[in-house]
């Protein structure tokens, strides 16, 4: 089966410059995720959709992010303008959740991102 | 994957030994525990997952023991195999907030041959 697709997997690009970062969840799964992971802080959750309704978007870090689920199999992350401090590993997860009880989440290989 | 922080503990182990990776929990109103293995390049991987009406689980080559007196999860990994050699993270969710994972800091775990 595919896992969740993310792409694209490398990102270079100049600061000011907008990224948009997407994502295939797993056939299936109602709830995705975005993540960021930095050597400092870790993995750290940015935006929680459920059935494409964004429910918690409290670790986004400021309003140059944003987040859209047009439809149950697309997802895209877009920084704009993107900063230096921007750069990181983000990753994409996506989950089946209950009732009866929720699955565990899973990841995609992330896009490296570097601003340059 | 990442290195997280700057002094990510390190669990050095020989081929076909037994490992156990170890992690500590903040929250006792936490109900499910996962356990994710990271290799380099890509993205945390499912590796087994307990729910804190249980204490221990297992899976193939791999066991999840939770103590939830002390607030503790390990992970017993069995006849160790170089392709085990990864970055290896807990996380808790909180019960009233099922989809809020709180990952561990993690844990390399490098295989001699």
């Known amino acids: 089966d595919a896992g969740v697709i993310q792409s694209p997997r490398h990102e270079v690009t100049e600061m000011g410059q907008e990224v948009t970062l997407r994502c295939k969840p797993i056939?299936?799964?109602?709830?995705l995720f975005w993540y960021r992971q930095t050597m400092m802080r870790g993995l750290e959750l940015l935006i929680y959709f459920n059935n494409n309704v964004p429910i918690d978007d409290s670790g986004m870090p400021e309003d140059r992010f944003s987040a859209k689920m047009p439809n149950a199999s697309f997802s895209t992350l877009k920084i704009q303008p993107s900063e230096p401090r921007d750069s990181a590993v983000y990753f994409c997860?996506?989950?089946?959740?209950?009732?009866?009880?929720?699955?565990?989440?899973?990841f995609g290989d992330g896009t490296r991102l570097s601003i340059l | 994957g990442e290195s997280v922080g700057l002094h990510l503990p390190t669990l050095s182990v020989q081929e076909g030994d037994n490992s156990i990776i170890n992690c500590a929990y903040s929250?006792?109103?936490?109900?499910?525990f996962i356990w994710y293995k990271q290799e380099s390049g890509k993205g945390p991987q499912f590796i087994i997952d307990i729910r804190s009406n249980m204490d221990k689980r297992q899976g193939q080559r791999v066991t999840v023991l939770l103590n939830k007196t002390v607030k503790h999860l390990s992970l017993q990994i069995a006849a160790t195999q170089p392709g085990d050699s990864a970055v290896y993270f807990c996380?808790?969710?909180?019960?009233?907030?099922?989809?809020?994972?709180?990952f561990g800091s993690g844990t390399r775990l490098l295989v001699r041959p």
């Open positions: 929250n006792s109103a936490s109900d499910y």
């Open positions: 997860a996506s989950s089946l959740e209950g009732p009866p009880v929720d699955q565990p989440q899973h």
């Open positions: 996380a808790e969710n909180y019960g009233d907030s099922s989809y809020k994972l709180i």
């Open positions: 056939s299936g799964h109602n709830s």
